[in-house]
């Protein structure tokens, strides 16, 4: 399955602070890659125009998790 979501990248700008860079997944996207609320995830820079992001932590799957 290939699906393509377009984003646009947010930035928040405060006085006497770095600009701060804001990317969001999409729903659709985020419920297939099983993602959860508080999850450690990071970002890897294959090349200008190609990032991965990568779980820090194994998660478990989603038949056995508690509910």
Do not use: C, H
Not at 13 to 23: I, L, N
Not at 38 to 66: F, M, N, Y
């Amino acid at each position: 399955m290939q699906a393509k979501y377009e984003i646009k990248v947010q930035v928040i700008r405060s006085k006497q602070q770095a600009p701060r860079f804001y990317v969001n997944l999409p729903l659709p996207l985020a419920a297939a890659l099983d993602l959860r609320g508080g999850e450690r995830v990071q970002w890897q820079l294959l090349g200008r125009s190609e990032l991965r992001l990568l779980r820090l932590e194994a998660t478990e799957t989603a038949g056995r998790r508690k509910r």
